[in-house]
């Protein structure tokens, strides 16, 4: 074994790999819309059937209009870009911690 192979093998073997759902961004973002579309789901016919509203200046078809194209849609969309754009301009794609912290904005 060279020099240069026991130096590569230290070096990758120092640092981890990302978790599997952090390294591509379709995943943690369908999975996040996936996860908001069946909650606001939820929440919107729990409005109907029990007649309330939230506190917010839109009415309850509104406020699911709203949550479905601004969660849900902006989620897959967000999803789709940071997966098909590296792809298209073969630059390397967002992984790990910057994927983690768009997914928590």
């Known amino acids: 074994m060279s020099l240069g192979q026991v130096a590569s093998k230290i070096h990758t073997g120092s640092k981890s790999a990302p978790p599997l759902w952090l390294t591509q961004g379709f995943r943690p973002f369908f999975f996040a819309a996936a996860i908001w579309s069946i909650g606001a789901l939820a929440i919107w016919i729990a409005m109907l059937a029990m007649?309330?509203?939230?506190?917010?200046?839109?009415?309850?078809?509104?406020?699911?209009?709203?949550?479905?194209?601004?969660?849900?849609?902006?989620?897959?969309?967000?999803?789709?870009?940071?997966?098909?754009?590296?792809?298209?301009?073969?630059?390397?794609?967002?992984?790990?911690?910057v994927l983690a912290s768009l997914l928590g904005l």
């Open 51 to 97: 007649g309330h509203s939230l506190p917010s200046i839109f009415d309850p078809l509104s406020w699911h209009i709203h949550e479905m194209l601004f969660g849900f849609g902006m989620a897959a969309a967000a999803g789709f870009l940071l997966t098909a754009v590296p792809n298209w301009t073969k630059r390397p794609a967002v992984s790990s911690g």
